[in-house]
């Protein structure tokens, strides 16, 4: 068994489901839906194209960070 990321956005009236690992995407009216539709997709995906090189040797790292709002950069950097 592989394990994969999901992340998930609201959009204007789904919620966008995103496997970064191999690049498949689906979507569903609740959060639930949309997880549950993005696995099926990721099975379709791996059964038709198998789990490519990268999603085996790289395992994604997923990192919350802020940033100022309408911040500025101090100085440009070259």
Do not use: H, W
Not at 12 to 41: F, H, M, P, R
Not at 46 to 69: C, L, M, Q, S, Y
């Amino acid at each position: 068994m592989k394990s994969f990321t999901a992340t998930i956005k609201k959009g204007e009236k789904q919620y966008v489901a995103l496997c970064q690992e191999i690049d498949v995407v689906s979507q569903g009216y609740t959060i639930e839906e949309a997880l549950n539709n993005l696995k099926e997709a990721v099975e379709l995906y791996i059964e038709e194209e198998g789990i490519p090189e990268e999603a085996i040797e790289n395992d994604t790292i997923i990192v919350n960070f802020e940033v100022k709002r309408f911040g500025k950069t101090p100085q440009i950097i070259r």
